[in-house]
T-cell receptor, first 109, second 114 residues
Framework: GQNIDQPTEMTATEGAIVQINCTYQTSGFNGLFWYQQHAGEAPTFLSYNVLDGLEEKGRFSSFLSRSKGYSYLLLKELQMKDSASYLC??????????WGAGTKLIIKP | IAGITQAPTSQILAAGRRMTLRCTQDMRHNAMYWYRQDLGLGLRLIHYSNTAGTTGKGEVPDGYSVSRANTDDFPLTLASAVPSQTSVYFC?????????????FGEGSRLTVL
């Protein structure tokens, strides 16, 4: 079967750096997405990786290793507003999105 | 800019009743999707549409139907609601149909079936 694994919950301190990992086992790969979802709100797009390596976008960076079936989202200079769930999703060989259950990130002052 | 509008925001429904969740987009996107989100699970695709006049089944289509009469509207109907359909439902759209593009989500419809 197809599987996306992310930690259920993480806690970090305001101003610090946090890395949220995502491992996947899917039938084929056509890209990996990260979305942010604040409690009670809609998911919003953060990043899309299809090639190996690190892509930086402001305080957020996303890394992909296709050979290891692994990605991470790196959040720097954490702010209280970064408290949210972070969803990892993989586009499989049929171009269907497979979603992880999400990682709830709690930021403490 | 409205983006995607869903209605109702929240609804409590008796089992066996028929319910339609409405979704309208103003971005002229080709593809539209309905997902359900349950605690501890990833988003699961119910139905999708790549263009007006066509629809397809997702991962969990049973008990749901959709229509796509025009580009903007994509309603989801529960013919006879059951308690297992209690969930948060998200409508989404994307400009392209390849799946590689960003998804834009509505604010969600929280449905409780008693």
């Amino acid at each position: 079967g197809q599987n996306i694994d992310q930690p259920t919950e993480m806690t970090a301190t305001e101003g610090a750096i946090v890395q949220i990992n995502c491992t996947y086992q899917t039938s084929g790969f056509n890209g990996l997405f990260w979305y942010q979802q604040h409690a009670g709100e809609a998911p919003t797009f953060l990043s899309y990786n299809v090639l190996d390596g690190l892509e930086e976008k402001g305080r957020f960076s996303s890394f992909l290793s296709r050979s290891k079936g692994y990605s991470y989202l790196l959040l720097k200079e954490l702010q209280m507003k970064d408290s949210a769930s972070y969803l990892c999703a993989v586009l499989d060989s049929n171009y269907q999105l497979i979603w992880g259950a999400g990682t709830k990130l709690i930021i403490k002052p | 800019i409205a983006g995607i509008t869903q209605a109702p925001t929240s609804q409590i429904l008796a089992a066996g009743r028929r319910m339609t969740l409405r979704c309208t987009q103003d971005m002229r996107h080709n593809a539209m999707y309905w997902y359900r989100q349950d605690l501890g699970l990833g988003l699961r695709l119910i139905h999708y549409s790549n263009t007006a006049g066509t629809t397809g089944k997702g991962e969990v289509p049973d008990g749901y139907s959709v229509s796509r009469a025009n580009t903007d509207d994509f309603p989801l109907t529960l013919a006879s609601a059951v308690p297992s359909q209690t969930s948060v439902y998200f409508c989404a759209s994307s400009e392209g149909t390849s799946g590689t593009g960003e998804l834009f989500f509505g604010e969600g419809s929280r449905l409780t079936v008693l």
